[in-house]
Structures are given as C-alpha cells and as structure tokens.
C-alpha cells in the first residue's frame, strides 16, 4: 500500500464524511469539501451533523493525526490523485427521477482543479448512464486525468464497518491505470480477502441500483405475504423462517413489517424506473411500481390497524409511538414510515406522543405538529395504545410488566414483527403484530 496517496472527498454529507474518515484512517493524507460552510465548520472541530454508531469518535481520532481536513475550497484539492464524489442525488420534485444539480455542480467546480494522472472516482447513486456524460465532459475539458465509478454499499448504522470491511468492491473503469491506482488505494482491504469486480461505467452504476431493487423487493414480498397471512390466518414469522432456510432465498430482509424508508431505497428505486423508461426499458422494472406500492400500503395499513384497536376511535386517543427513525442505529427520518404513520393519526384526530433515542431534533424539523417525548414513560403515561415502529434495542429491552404500570391501556402493535410476543401475553397485553394472528 502506498500511503502517499492523497485524496479529496467532494460532499461531506453521510456518505463523504464516512468516506472521508475511513480513507484516513487507512492512512491517506484526505481532504472533504462541501460548499456549506457551516458544515465544514463543525466537521474541522470534530462534530458530525448526524449520528452513526462510532463515526464522531473515529472522525476526532483521524483530525488529530493531521492527516485529515476539511473545507470549502477546491483548491485545496489540487494535489489530489483521486477525487471522490460524494454528493446527494435526491428524487425530483414532481418526479421519480434523479437530480443530478449537485452532482454536476460538484463535477464542474472540480475540472479545474484536476492534475495530471489524477482519477474522478464517483460513488454518488446516479441513473445508469450519468458517468459517460461525466466521462465525456472530462475528456473535452481535463484530458490528463480519467473518470471511474466506485458505488457506495454502505448501511446506516454500519457505516465504517462497511466501508472499512466491505462484503465487495466494486469499480467501473475505462483505462486499466485507472483500476491499478483504485486497487493500490483499496490494497488493504483486497489483501484481507475483500472481492474485488471491475467493471464498465455503466455496469457499476447499475450494481447499486440494483443491488437496491432486490432488498427492496425482499421487503414488500414479505409484507405481501403479511397481507395473505392476515387473511388466512397465518404467521408470516413462521412462513420467513421457514423460506429463509431455503439457501435461494435467504432470511435477511425478511421481516415483515411497516416497510423501506430512508434516503435511499425509495428514492433510488424510483429512480431506476424512470431512468429505465427514457432508455427504453422500462417493461423490465414495471414491477417495481408494484413494490413501491406495497411499501406504502403497509403504513396505511398500520393505521387500519390501530382504527381497529381503539373501540373509541381515533379522535383523541392517546397514541404512544416508539421510534422517529427510519431504521434503528441511525438519526435519519427520510421518508420514514415510523414518522409518515404518527402523522396520519394525529391528522385523524388522534393525540399522538412519539419517542426516538437519537432523531427526535430531526423528526421535530420534519413534523413540528407532532409531540415529542425525551424519555419512554413520558411517551407512554395514559397511552390508550403503543406502536412499536423502529427496532431500536433500548425498545425490545422493554419490561412489558414494568412499562404496563404507565399506560392506560395495555395494547402494543409490533409494526417491526421484533419484540417477544409472549412476554407481552403473559404480562397482560392486548398484543398485535402485521402478518400474525394472535
């Protein structure tokens, strides 16, 4: 490994931080740039502005050995050998596709500042197709230096582990220097046993698309089979653990629930479908429709569910709802189911209190109508029922006796299929799960 190598991160959201603390940590001289100074502010002083299990600790860790930094200049990545983009790629407003602003904003400001031999690495999710523009906008304008895509696989909540121990590495290249200049950067984690798949531009855009569109399908299976267990009287529990041991299918993402959410599995499906339609395939993701489709009916159907529950009706009751986040681990409430179903009860008349360890400051941004709780017995004093909507472990740690003091009415909904059904029946609770008749 040559650890003379010097690297810029353009984007310090999520992703480029991640990047950038790990790409330190692996021993290069890194630089972020983002064009939001009071981002880079916080981030030069060792504060991150979200939450990821161990990423504050490592980001302070990588700024005192000096080899990391972070600015709002694109000069300073002058003497870069490889560049990674890492800005956002949101969904259109009033459409499924890609905006691409920052990403060619971030592409545009960079050209100038390209040396000789140096490599544009991106690892932005981008509609298939996005790197040969890029490919060919560089080639008229920094023909000394090469483009590359090297997609981002990165789980929140698991960030550093999958950037640092990835379970593959992938890479779309044009010129054979340019995947010999990524495996000398990625040498530690090839050396440890790391799969290494080069590809074309277009293929490696396409792995994380896809890779997105088979979990996002793994998912809504599962809540479709929910659907039919409900109306026949099964365990969609049972039906996942048996099907899961098939080694075709597998048991990860089957966990039947109230769906996908976050900023990335919604959006970049949607994505894929249009991008699909203006090359002229979008037949082949037509399924997708209906994907997306049962994604959403699960958090309405979590509302039935609750109408069902309250023989009062929602109009006033009191709602305890656990968890803001779109998944556990992580501060993240995009396109969160947990958060979207506290806000069609309380839009019903519903009095809906809701507690999250880490994302209750976002939630707040996002839904400011809403009630806010800082502490579980807050959340769950009086309430006449309780959803479980976001997995995190202080929530499955739950004493179903102790908390059955603080509310009115002993009912839960597991919207997650992820607390212990039997300590919750035996304690007394009116307990009810999707996809399980109990």
């Known amino acids: 490994m040559s650890e003379t190598l010097k ?11 991640t990047h950038a603390a790990c790409m330190s940590k692996l021993g290069y001289t890194v630089v972020g740039i983002d064009s939001d100074s009071a981002k880079i502010s916080a981030l030069q002083k060792g504060q991150l502005p979200f939450y990821e299990p161990g990423l504050a600790e490592l980001l302070v860790e990588q700024l005192a050995t000096g080899r990391l930094t972070f600015t709002t200049s694109f000069d300073m990545a ?41 490599l544009v690495a991106g690892k932005s999710t981008v509609p298939v197709g996005t790197a040969d523009l890029l490919a060919a906008k560089l080639d008229a304008q920094a023909p000394h230096s090469d483009l590359a895509w090297n997609p981002e696989f990165l789980r929140e909540g698991f960030a550093i582990e999958d950037t640092l121990e990835p379970n593959r590495l992938v890479v779309g290249v044009r010129k054979p220097e340019s995947e010999k200049l990524l495996a000398e950067l990625y040498a530690p984690l090839i050396t440890a046993g790391v799969p290494w798949i080069s590809s074309d531009l277009s293929t490696a855009e396409l792995v994380k698309v896809a890779a997105n569109s088979f979990l996002a399908t793994k998912i809504s299976f599962i809540n479709a089979m929910a659907e039919i267990c409900e109306a026949a009287g099964g365990d969609v529990t049972v039906l996942a653990k048996a099907i899961g041991y098939d080694p075709r299918i597998g048991s990860r993402f089957l966990q039947a629930g ?8 919604p959006k970049d499906i949607r994505a894929f479908m249009a991008r699909a339609e203006e090359i002229g395939a979008n037949q082949a993701v037509e399924f997708l429709r209906e994907i997306d489709a049962i994604n959403l009916r699960a958090r309405t159907r979590m509302v039935d569910v609750v109408s ?18 779109f998944k556990p681990d992580s501060d993240d409430v995009r396109d969160s189911p947990a958060l979207d179903i506290a806000a069609s009860l309380l839009a019903k008349g519903a009095s809906v209190v809701v507690h999250d360890p880490k994302a209750i400051d976002n939630a707040r941004l996002r839904f400011p109508n809403l009630e806010f709780a800082t502490d579980i017995k807050s959340a769950l004093t009086e309430a006449d029922i309780t959803l479980h909507l976001t997995e995190w472990k202080v929530y499955r740690e739950l004493d179903p006796v102790e908390i059955k003091k603080w509310v009115k009415s002993a009912k839960i909904i597991d919207g997650r299929n992820a607390l212990d059904s039997d300590k919750y029946l035996l304690a007394g609770w009116r307990f009810r799960a999707l996809g399980r008749n109990l």
Do not use: M, W
């Open 7 to 17: 690297i810029s991160v353009i984007g310090t959201g999520y992703l480029g931080a």
């Open 78 to 118: 002058k003497d870069a050998d490889i560049h990674f983009l890492c800005v956002g790629t949101p969904q259109k407003a009033g459409s499924n596709a890609a905006d691409l602003t920052y990403v060619n904003g971030a592409f545009d400001q960079l050209l100038p500042h390209l040396k000789v031999g140096s």
């Open 258 to 265: 109230i769906g996908f959410g976050g900023g990335c599995l």
């Open 308 to 325: 069902s529950e309250l023989s009062q009706g929602l109009k006033g009751a009191r709602i305890a709802v656990l968890g803001a986040a």
